[in-house]
């Protein structure tokens, strides 16, 4: 079976641009959680999904960052403009349900110049 | 306080060496816990659940104390293919559910 899809799995984009991260969570999953991950600040959890439904975004950094999960196979995470303290790479999970073990997608590598 | 806490090491043992970690959590309510492994460059794996009266897997055994609120991870004749970064993760219960990960420790078995 696949597990959790990203993509691109780098992004090398100037300051001010608008990224857009793409995730496939794991077919039959209810759950999608975006994590960011950066070596002073470790993984955080921006934001949770439960059957598309956006849970908790307390963990979104700012205005500048959106999710979205227009259907059970497909979330974006968009940051809009794009700013150099965004370097950092983004993962995508899903579970079962919320609370369940969680699997990680590849990540994407974020780059803002 | 942080939520959940480690050490971040990295603790540097010889193969073959027994190295145990541990995490604590702050949330007393806190119901499901997990360890995860991530290798450099690499997303985090989850390496076993932590269950109430603990549980092996082999080399690596995990046990949780609900009373200090806290888990650990015990590895147990280490492997060169042990060296990574070990997560603990907490589900804290509150209004919806979510993990909260620790900082992580790091691993390095050395020859």
């Known amino acids: 079976d696949a597990g959790v899809i990203q993509s691109p799995r780098h992004e090398v984009t100037e300051m001010g641009q608008e990224v857009t991260l793409r995730c496939k969570p794991i077919?039959?999953?209810?759950?999608l959680f975006w994590y960011r991950q950066t070596m002073m600040r470790g993984l955080e959890l921006l934001i949770y999904f439960n059957n598309n439904v956006p849970i908790d975004d307390s963990g979104m950094p700012e205005d500048r960052f959106s999710a979205k999960m227009p259907n059970a196979s497909f979330s974006t995470l968009k940051i809009q403009p794009s700013e150099p303290r965004d370097s950092a790479v983004y993962f995508c999970?899903?579970?079962?349900?919320?609370?369940?073990?969680?699997?990680f997608g590849p990540g994407t590598r974020l780059l803002v110049l | 306080r942080k939520e959940v806490e480690q050490d971040p090491g990295p603790f540097n043992v010889p193969e073959g060496a027994t190295v145990a970690f541990n995490c604590t959590y702050s949330?007393?309510?806190?119901?499901?816990f997990f360890w995860y492994r991530q290798d450099c460059r690499k997303e985090p794996k989850l390496l076993m659940s932590v269950y109430s009266s603990g549980n092996e897997d082999g080399r690596f055994t995990a046990q949780l104390n609900r009373a200090s609120q806290y888990i650990s991870l015990l590895i147990r004749d280490s492997k060169l293919s042990d060296s990574a970064t070990y997560l603990c993760?907490?589900?804290?219960?509150?209004?919806?559910?979510?993990?909260?990960f620790g900082p992580g420790t790091r691993l390095s078995v050395l020859p």
């Open positions: 077919s039959g999953h209810n759950s």
């Open positions: 949330n007393s309510a806190s119901q499901s």
């Open positions: 999970a899903s579970s079962l349900y919320a609370g369940e073990t969680q699997y």
């Open positions: 993760a907490v589900n804290v219960l509150n209004y919806g559910q979510n993990f909260v």
